[in-house]
């Protein structure tokens, strides 16, 4: 089932951002129904908000340990802080080499391919107000907060849908309608996060970045979910330049 947001009622992302606090539904769609029924299903375990000025501070302490051969890793306690890059393209210094170093998405075959180094999905986590680079290794949870990075080529906007374990597929880029978000070519991180509920996984994303409206990659993702399931939908990505899928197990 796609289920395409005209408008109407708050979209997923907004309703994550109003259960954190980070933004207020906008006007007209305060106490819509949906509201409700969000909070409900994720109950309480909305984490706060990314805190990318602590994590920078933490980054330029890995990269001070690395310089000098110490163990900054494991006083850490193995958490690699991921590199952010909400407004600006990849930062430089101190932060880009700690990212470089330590911040890897290691993608496991078929799921988070780099095709080339033309497009490529990644993202991380936000868990009980610890981040920490995404791994489709390791599984996500219901309330993990998600927000993506991406590699565009050069593609000038983006569209991301998503799969739960029940087929139901769900536009969360763009918010609302159907055109695509425009995005800086090369490397950039989608604005805002996503917050998972309580649906079965996997967790299937696919960026396309075709320049297509998000209906019709909706439909094109629904469909090959009907036909073949995850398979199905990593035969898509496989056959599509544009597109990048990441398939992530949930706990």
Same mark, same amino acid.
């Not at 909305?46 to 110490?70: I, W």
């Given at each position: 089932?796609?289920?395409?947001?005209?408008?109407?009622?708050?979209?997923?992302?907004?309703?994550?951002?109003?259960?954190?606090?980070? %933004? @207020?539904?906008? +006007? *007209?769609? /305060? !106490?819509?129904?949906? &509201?409700?029924?969000?909070?409900?299903? =994720?109950?309480?375990?909305?984490?706060?908000?990314?805190?990318?000025?602590?994590?920078?501070?933490?980054? %330029? @302490?890995?990269? +001070? *340990?690395? /310089? !000098?051969?110490?163990? &900054?890793?494991?006083?850490?306690?193995? =958490?690699?802080?991921?590199?952010?890059?909400?407004?600006?393209?990849?930062?430089?210094?101190?932060?880009?080499? @700690?990212?470089?170093?330590?911040?890897?998405?290691?993608?496991?075959?078929?799921?988070?391919?780099?095709?080339?180094?033309?497009?490529?999905?990644?993202?991380?986590?936000?868990?009980?107000?610890?981040?920490?680079?995404?791994?489709?290794?390791?599984?996500?949870?219901?309330?993990?907060?998600?927000?993506?990075?991406?590699?565009?080529?050069?593609?000038?906007?983006?569209?991301?849908?998503?799969?739960?374990?029940?087929?139901?597929?769900?536009?969360?880029?763009?918010?609302?309608?159907?055109?695509?978000?425009?995005?800086?070519?090369?490397?950039?991180?989608?604005?805002?996060?996503?917050?998972?509920?309580?649906?079965?996984?996997?967790?299937?994303?696919?960026?396309?970045?075709?320049?297509?409206?998000?209906?019709?990659?909706?439909?094109?993702?629904?469909?090959?979910?009907?036909?073949?399931?995850?398979?199905?939908?990593?035969?898509?990505?496989?056959?599509?330049?544009?597109?990048?899928?990441?398939?992530?197990?949930?706990?």
């Amino acid at each position: 089932m796609s289920r395409i947001n005209d408008g109407s009622r708050p979209s997923r992302l907004q309703l994550g951002r109003a259960l954190a606090g980070e %933004a @207020a539904l906008p +006007e *007209g769609l /305060a !106490g819509h129904p949906a &509201a409700e029924e969000f909070a409900a299903e =994720v109950a309480a375990a909305s984490p706060p908000a990314f805190d990318a000025a602590g994590l920078r501070t933490r980054a %330029a @302490a890995v990269a +001070e *340990g690395a /310089a !000098g051969g110490g163990d &900054a890793g494991a006083r850490s306690g193995g =958490v690699v802080v991921p590199l952010f890059r909400r407004a600006a393209p990849w930062v430089t210094g101190a932060f880009a080499l @700690a990212a470089g170093a330590l911040f890897m998405l290691r993608p496991p075959p078929h799921v988070n391919r780099l095709k080339g180094g033309e497009v490529e999905l990644g993202f991380d986590v936000n868990r009980d107000g610890q981040a920490f680079p995404g791994d489709p290794d390791l599984p996500v949870r219901p309330g993990d907060r998600l927000r993506f990075d991406y590699v565009a080529g050069t593609a000038s906007s983006v569209v991301l849908v998503g799969v739960d374990g029940t087929g139901t597929v769900q536009t969360y880029w763009p918010e609302e309608g159907v055109e695509p978000v425009a995005v800086a070519p090369g490397k950039g991180v989608l604005d805002g996060s996503i917050l998972l509920d309580a649906a079965p996984g996997p967790e299937v994303f696919v960026a396309s970045f075709s320049g297509v409206p998000a209906d019709v990659v909706a439909r094109e993702v629904a469909a090959a979910y009907a036909e073949d399931g995850v398979d199905g939908v990593l035969a898509l990505d496989a056959s599509r330049e544009d597109l990048a899928a990441l398939v992530l197990a949930k706990d």
